[in-house]
């Protein structure tokens, strides 16, 4: 029932900026905490950011502090990632995801390339 869907990605010169958005459903949406994740080629997934019901705290991985920014549009269902100053490193596909009672439910993912 609960559906997460990413889009936005594509591929960026280093420096460069994405804006990934996830659009939910199935699922009441403003009563959850959100998060992104990533998986980079050969490495496993990783967490990015995390951002509360309202949109009142966020928390972001190490990685991207500074530089990615976490929000959502409790009206539109959607969560969004605005990614700035892209690294090769960055390059991954990146995941929303959510916790249901005791469902762990993730998006297809989106793919984010960062090259020269």
């Known amino acids: 029932q609960v559906q997460l869907v990413e889009s936005g990605g594509g591929l960026v010169q280093p420096g460069g900026s994405l804006r990934l958005s996830c659009k939910a459903s199935?699922?009441?949406?403003?009563?959850?905490?959100m998060r992104w994740y990533r998986q980079a080629p050969g490495k496993e997934r990783e967490f990015v950011a995390v951002?509360?019901?309202?949109?009142?705290?966020?928390n972001y991985a190490d990685s991207v502090k500074g530089r990615f920014t976490v929000s959502r549009d409790n009206a539109k269902n959607t969560l969004y990632l605005q990614m700035n100053s892209l690294k090769p490193e960055d390059t991954a596909v990146y995941y929303c995801?959510?916790?249901?009672?005791?469902?762990?439910?993730w998006g297809q993912g989106t793919q984010a390339t960062v090259s020269s």
């Open positions: 995801n959510v916790k249901v009672g005791q469902f762990d439910s």
């Open positions: 199935g699922f009441s949406f403003s009563a959850y905490t």
């Open positions: 951002i509360g019901v309202t949109g009142g705290w966020k």
